[in-house]
């Protein structure tokens, strides 16, 4: 065999083995969750921290190859589907820089969030103990990160939008972990109801394209009239404002804080609510052009969103009612960065990008301090905690650097991101400048605001909560070390990501 065989030969082997391990990342916790659902007990326990573990190495490599060697591999189709291309498949694994920035927070995050898992959901935390369970929940949790991964690596809407509805099932299950609440059930079925509503808008963007084009590339789009094509977009941006709990479907998500919360943290700050971003920006990201008016209407509700769940901060004593507020404001940055993207501000754009992996760093490791909190101290209360600092310096540091992510400190991860969504709108002047007002507004004041409740829960006179605090968990203090490193190091390893998706 001469040296140029020989160099394909191995050209070929590598990119097998780049599929191999991508697909692996979607099998692996679906395998994950049977055995863990099977076992349950103490036994879950180890089967989920392993079976999460395997996915984030399986997915690593695509991630690490997605600038040089993107993954593009395609398999299957249903011959009572006949697509227009000859030869097109419906399934497969796309690991390109946009996939691989979402899938490395999905894969991260679904770690971290099962290990500190293992210890919250047991019989010691003081909020809501649990004796039994173990295995439907690592079950529900771990089919949901394989969801996660199947929208991060969809190569087309069919297959997204599958994974898409199986994030809703995940959803409602897991926010309803707590069977025995009422509140939680009804949370769940909220859930369920108005974020499948979102997903019927966006299939029916997917039939007409389908109708149209007879694929459901995500390329597609630009094969039919730009009429038609913003018609498809407003669909799909409303299926995309469902899922990310943004005006007028915000309500499901603060009401969905009777789930755990490291679902809290999972699904409702790193991945699941990100899944209507992520949606949002492959649209983007995939057509060459729509119409001014399509960035004017992303960025339009995207500041009534801001403007909706900032106002009803100050009403706030729930610690995780007031993060899922901030949560969807954080989301509504990303579909401002996708409006400027529509604008053509490639700035702008990958700021939106860089806001996925910032927020989903910080905002993951404020929820999970506060479930720190409410494990040790059996409360997450505003008006029930002060002087918590003295007995948990770790939570207390790793809520403020939480803060100072999300809210756009230097050096922490959201400052990067927001700079570049600040500065792309600038850039682009007109309509964008006011876009980046309120951005500066929107931080000046939740930085004021957070820094205010930080204060009052962590230091002062030690509430009676706060006295009876006398225990600690290594998952859980290893998963909120991991996420303070993650708030300084996220930013380096995701810009080249975000800078390698260019808008066409």
């Known amino acids: 065999m001469v040296e140029g065989e020989i160099e394909i030969a191995v050209r070929i082997s590598w990119g097998q083995l780049l ?14 969750a049977i055995v863990a659902g099977l ?37 299957g189709s249903l011959p009572w589907l006949p697509v227009k291309t000859a030869g097109e498949k419906l399934f497969g694994a796309l690991v390109d820089p946009l996939a691989a920035l979402m899938l490395l927070m999905v894969v991260v995050m679904g770690f971290l969030v099962v290990l500190y898992s293992t210890s919250y959901i047991g019989p010691k935390n003081r909020e809501h103990p649990v004796y039994d369970g173990k295995g439907r929940y690592f079950f529900w949790l771990l089919l949901f990160v394989a969801s996660m991964v199947g929208v991060a690596t969809a190569p087309n809407f069919l297959q997204l939008f599958i994974a ?30 108005m974020t499948h509503i979102g997903g019927l808008f966006l299939m029916t963007a997917i039939v007409i394209l389908f109708i149209n084009t007879r694929s459901f590339e995500f390329a597609a789009l630009n094969r039919i009239p730009i009429g038609l094509r913003n018609t498809l977009f407003v669909l799909i941006l409303i299926g995309a404002w469902s899922k990310a709990a943004q005006f007028p479907f915000y309500t499901w998500l603060p009401d969905a804080m009777a789930a755990p919360t490291p679902i809290s943290a999972y699904l409702h700050a790193a991945a699941m609510v990100k899944a209507g971003v992520y949606l949002t920006a492959r649209t983007v990201a995939s057509c060459e052009h729509f119409s001014y008016s399509m960035g004017i209407l992303t960025g339009v509700m995207g500041m009534v969103t801001m403007f909706v769940v900032v106002y009803l901060f100050f009403f ?4 995780k009612r007031l ?31 860089l806001h996925i992996a910032a927020h989903g760093a910080g905002k993951g490791l404020l929820f999970l301090s506060v479930g720190a909190l409410a494990y040790f101290s059996g409360s997450k209360r505003i008006s029930e905690l002060s002087g918590v600092a003295g007995k948990l310096p770790l939570v207390a540091t790793a809520f403020f650097v939480g803060v100072l992510t999300v809210t756009g400190v230097p050096p922490f991860a959201g400052f990067w991101s927001k700079l570049f969504l600040i500065a792309g709108a600038l850039q682009h002047g007109g309509f964008a400048t006011l876009l980046a007002v309120f951005m500066l507004v929107e931080s000046v004041v939740v930085f004021s605001w957070f820094l205010y409740v930080g204060q009052r829960v962590f230091f002062g006179e030690p509430s009676k909560v706060a006295m009876q605090i006398a225990s600690h968990s290594a998952p859980i203090e290893i998963a909120l070390v991991v996420l303070i490193i993650l708030c300084l190091g996220i930013i380096p390893i995701s810009l080249p990501l975000a800078q390698g998706v260019v808008l066409p």
Not at 43 to 71: E, G
Not at 323 to 352: E, K, N, R, V
């Open 164 to 193: 898409w509805e199986v994030t809703t099932l995940c959803s409602w299950a897991l926010i309803s972990y707590y069977d025995e609440n009422p509140e939680a059930l009804r949370a769940g079925y909220k859930a369920l109801i």
């Open 323 to 353: 993060l899922a507020l901030s949560t969807i404001a954080h989301l509504a940055y990303i579909l401002i960065g996708c409006g400027l993207g529509i604008f053509g501000s490639q700035t702008g754009f990958q700021g939106g990008l």
């Open 39 to 75: 076992t349950g007990g103490r036994k879950a326990n180890f089967t989920a921290v392993f079976f999460t573990a395997l996915t984030a190495i399986f997915a690593l490599l695509p991630i690490s190859q997605s600038l040089s060697q993107p993954v593009n591999y395609r398999f």
């Open 19 to 32: 599929q191999g391990f991508a697909l692996a990342s979607i099998v692996t916790p679906i395998v994950g």
């Open 316 to 319: 706030q004593d729930d610690l």
